[in-house]
């Protein structure tokens, strides 16, 4: 079973890109984050032609999530207690797994209201998690985190400390959801820094080999003992009209 994520950075715009890649990768399900549409406007017709059953949390203009699969999807969640009523989470079971696509608040700049607002919404974040995930059952937290684990996942890490994404009252907010007993997939196999997920459209930061990894495949004891494999697409990265991040897939042997 392979599971990806993407932040696609406007679903609508990005529909092409997500029609070729669905049809060149197959995955099993998509956790999709930043549609920046409402539900009513969501491509659910063209998606559903591709062979995926969706479900999604829309917001106009801005945010949005949503979850593509090829199995039926049962036990939607949209959003959770105290989480500001933006469209940043929706988490669904396929297949006996509870897999939920979350898109973090950004933060902006250190020291703003919205960095604030970021640390207090993932401290919300791991309190319905810690309500409603135990660690011995199969779980899965997938997206855009807006946050890097370490130094490994930072280009220039000098030039980035305690600057947004990489400040370590975010990190240390990161690894308290870690704590209630998940792992991040992708160092399961590659402990190596030099791996990144985003790179800015403004700094040609793809085409320089300047990016961060800030989206995640965060899974519990179970998927962990049963990922196989994960990598980060790049080559979609560095397709025609990208999205600014790249997709992240992990491959688990489940029964």
């Known amino acids: 079973m392979r599971i990806a994520t993407w932040n696609v950075n406007s679903i609508r715009a990005r529909l092409p890109r997500l029609q070729e890649w669905l049809g060149a990768r197959q995955p099993d399900v998509l956790c999709v984050q930043e ?10 017709q063209e998606v559903r032609e591709m062979g995926y ?38 988490s669904g079971r396929i297949r006996d797994v509870q897999i939920a696509s979350v898109y973090v608040i950004n933060g902006e700049t250190v020291g ?32 855009d985190f807006n946050i890097t684990f370490d130094d490994r996942d930072v280009y220039d890490p000098a030039k980035w400390h305690e600057r947004i994404f ?9 690894k308290a959801i870690v704590d209630l007993g998940c792992r991040d997939a992708l160092r399961k196999y590659h402990h ?4 990144y997920t985003w790179f800015d459209f403004r700094t040609g930061g793809y085409q320089r080999g300047q990016g961060l990894r800030i989206d995640h495949v965060l899974v519990s004891t179970p998927l962990f003992k049963a990922l196989r494999d994960v990598e980060v697409d790049l080559a979609e990265r560095g397709a025609e009209k990208p999205s600014d991040h790249a997709p992240v897939i992990a491959t688990l042997a489940l029964d």
């Open 192 to 195: 190596r820094n030099g791996i």
């Open 35 to 44: 549609t920046k549409c409402t539900d009513d406007e969501f491509p659910e």
């Open 166 to 174: 990489c400040t370590t009252r975010e990190r240390d907010a990161l």
């Open 53 to 90: 059953e969706v479900a999604f949390h829309g917001q106009k203009t801005y945010n949005g999530v949503a979850l593509l699969s090829k199995h039926p999807i049962s036990n939607v969640i949209r959003g959770f207690p105290g989480d500001g009523e933006e469209a940043r989470f929706i």
């Open 112 to 143: 703003s209201e919205k960095y604030a607002r970021k640390l207090e919404w993932l401290k919300k974040l791991r309190d319905h998690l810690n309500k409603t995930c135990a660690a011995d059952v199969p779980w899965m937290l997938a997206g």
